[in-house]
T-cell receptor, first 114, second 109 residues
Framework: DAGVTQSPTHLIKTRGQHVTLRCSPI?????VSWYQQVLGQGPQFIFQ???????GRGNFPDRFSARQFPNYSSELNVNALLLGDSALYLC?????????????FGDGTRLSIL | DAKTTQPPSMDCAEGRAANLPCNHS???????VYWYRQIHSQGPQYIIH???NNETNEMASLIITEDRKSSTLILPHATLRDTAVYYC??????????FGAGTTVTVRA
């Protein structure tokens, strides 16, 4: 079975632009989570969606938004990009929500802001 | 989620067992212990998780002390491909994983 797939793999934007990142979960998984990982640090939680509803939100500004589609794929949108948004953006999926459900990660989208 | 403490780095020899410690002295009864690893330029890879009992799968074994205040991840026969950052996470939250700095494990030939 295919794992979590993310697109694009790399992206370069300039300050002030907006970006949309995409994620397809593992087949049968209904929950998708987004994380940001800046260089040298562990991933930081941004959002979780389960059954198309937002179930959790991390400490990120309103410039960050996301949604989940009926096929359980997801998009992360970031508006008014800042230099500090340069990071690896990771998507993870799980069968459902819950602390006993492992999240499985894709290899991320590397976003660079010039 | 309870705070976890891991050594910043450790070396191990190829072919030998690697024992990775994690302290989670403030863990609560409903918090699972998760282990992930991240190889350079890849996303974190799920290894194993457990609540009270020791767990084993095809990748590793997880040993949790009886008081649940610490745990050890065991890679039975380390290979060069096991070189990675290993994260130990105490998880109570239904929707997020809280990653710390992890342990950088280097397997040497």
């Amino acid at each position: 079975d295919a794992g979590v797939t993310q697109s694009p793999t790399h992206l370069i934007k300039t300050r002030g632009q907006h970006v949309t990142l995409r994620c397809s979960p593992i087949s049968g998984h209904k929950s998708v989570s987004w994380y940001q990982q800046v260089l040298g640090q562990g991933p930081q939680f941004i959002f979780q969606y389960y059954e198309k509803e937002e179930r959790g939100r991390g400490n990120f500004p309103d410039r960050f938004s996301a949604r989940q589609f009926p096929n359980y794929s997801s998009e992360l949108n970031v508006n008014a990009l800042l230099l500090g948004d340069s990071a690896l953006y990771l998507c993870a999926s799980s069968r459902r929500g819950g602390s006993n459900q492992p999240q499985h990660f894709g290899d991320g989208t590397r976003l660079s802001i010039l | 989620d309870a705070k976890t403490t891991q050594p910043p780095s450790m070396d191990c020899a190829e072919g030998r067992a690697a024992n990775l410690p994690c302290n989670h002295s403030t863990i609560s009864g409903n918090e699972y212990v998760y282990w992930y690893r991240q190889i350079h330029s890849q996303g974190p890879q799920y290894i194993i998780h457990g609540l009270k009992n020791n767990e084993t799968n095809e990748m590793a074994s997880l040993i949790i002390t009886e008081d649940r205040k610490s745990s050890t991840l065991i890679l039975p026969h380390a290979t060069l491909r096991d070189t990675a950052v290993y994260y130990c996470i105490a998880r109570s939250n239904d929707y997020k994983l809280s990653f710390g700095a992890g342990t950088t494990v280097t397997v040497r030939a």
